[in-house]
């Protein structure tokens, strides 16, 4: 059996953007991939607006929580996806890296984050039809 691809999302604070991302990607994988996130200076809670607008697609981002990046979670990783973490993120050879420059969600009302909740969502689908082509 084929082993599924894993990836990481990092952003500063895990508490948004790479929040959405990765809940976006699980969901849309259906466990065909492995994912995971994490910020370079975690924030203590998720932002309560990214979990506002992941709830409103059906998605729980409630027990969610901020972790830290370590270099295991990137050596693990097929592909790195940076949003805004800077130089921060450590580079391993062999490892894909994308960097997404998404405005940060942080202290947006709802109606700002929506759209950026829309991109990522359109960049994570981009990103899983490169990950896993369609069969035949």
């Known amino acids: 059996?084929?082993?599924a691809p894993e990836v990481l999302f990092v952003c500063v604070h895990n508490a948004g953007?790479?929040?959405?991302a990765a809940a976006l990607l699980d969901h849309h994988a259906a466990g065909r991939v492995r994912v995971r996130s994490?910020?370079?200076?975690?924030?203590?809670?998720?932002n309560p607006a990214v979990v506002e607008v992941m709830a409103e697609l059906g998605l729980d981002l409630s027990r969610?929580?901020?972790?830290?990046?370590?270099?295991?979670a990137v050596r693990a990783a097929d592909v790195v996806?940076?949003?805004?973490?800077g130089d921060v993120c450590p580079v391993f050879p062999g490892t894909r890296y994308l960097d997404w420059q998404?405005?940060?969600?942080?202290?947006?009302?709802?109606e700002k984050v929506r759209p950026i909740r829309d991109e990522i969502d359109a960049r994570v689908r981009a990103l899983l039809a490169e990950l896993l082509p369609a069969d035949g």
Not at 38 to 46: F, K, W
Not at 102 to 110: E, K, M, R, V, Y
């Open 1 to 3: 059996m084929i082993q």
């Open 17 to 20: 953007r790479s929040q959405m």
């Open 38 to 46: 994490a910020g370079s200076a975690p924030a203590e809670t998720v």
């Open 64 to 72: 969610e929580f901020p972790k830290p990046l370590t270099g295991e």
């Open 102 to 110: 998404l405005p940060d969600p942080a202290g947006q009302p709802i």
């Open 81 to 85: 996806v940076t949003m805004g973490c």
